[in-house]
């Protein structure tokens, strides 16, 4: 691995306020860590696939999938992920316990944002609101789309109509 920061990581690093300056170390995840990570991305595709069927076609069928895979995904994402633990040392100082759940919710985070995104719209959809998506600006996996914009209209039934 090279011991050299390109500009742009450096940049949203010190943006973070995270040092540019930490020894970097190549390590293997376990095949428990690696489970866990394969399991949510796994899950993340199958929303993933769940979701643009839908978008092309809402119907009660498909709007069933996207709920039940939404529900494996954040399933998947509490039992992957864990707040890394701390060890404090008698000198006062500290250190992490397990490095790997720090590398592993790396690796997870992403899903998890999609999750929360689509926590909203699901939960808005089932309110009976209208919801937008604008091309360009689509919460993953969605795009592109036949026309430049698809609105999805909540109801009781939940399956909604694009207009």
């Not at 970097?24 to 991305?41: F, G, H, N, Y």
């Not at 000198?91 to 490095?99: C, Q, T, V």
């Not at 944002?113 to 993953?140: R, Y």
Request: proline share 6%.
């Amino acid at each position: 691995m090279d011991k050299i920061t390109r500009l742009d990581n450096a940049k949203a690093m010190r943006a973070m306020g995270m040092p540019l300056n930490t020894p970097v170390k190549e390590r293997k995840l376990s095949p428990r860590a690696a489970k866990k990570i394969d399991t949510v991305m796994l899950a993340t595709k199958k929303f993933g696939e769940a979701v643009e069927r839908w978008a092309f076609k809402q119907n009660q069928k498909n709007y069933g999938a996207v709920c039940r895979t939404w529900e494996k995904l954040a399933i998947a994402l509490d039992r992957a992920g864990s707040e890394p633990r701390w060890i404090e040392r008698p000198d006062g100082s500290s250190k992490l316990a397990n490095a790997e759940d720090v590398a592993v919710n790396v690796f997870i985070q992403p899903a998890d944002i999609v999750c929360s995104q689509w926590d909203e719209i699901l939960t808005a959809l089932e309110n009976g609101e209208e919801h937008k998506i604008i091309v360009g600006k689509a919460p993953w996996p969605l795009g592109p789309f036949p026309k430049d914009e698809i609105i999805i209209h909540g109801g009781s039934d939940g399956g909604g109509e694009a207009a």
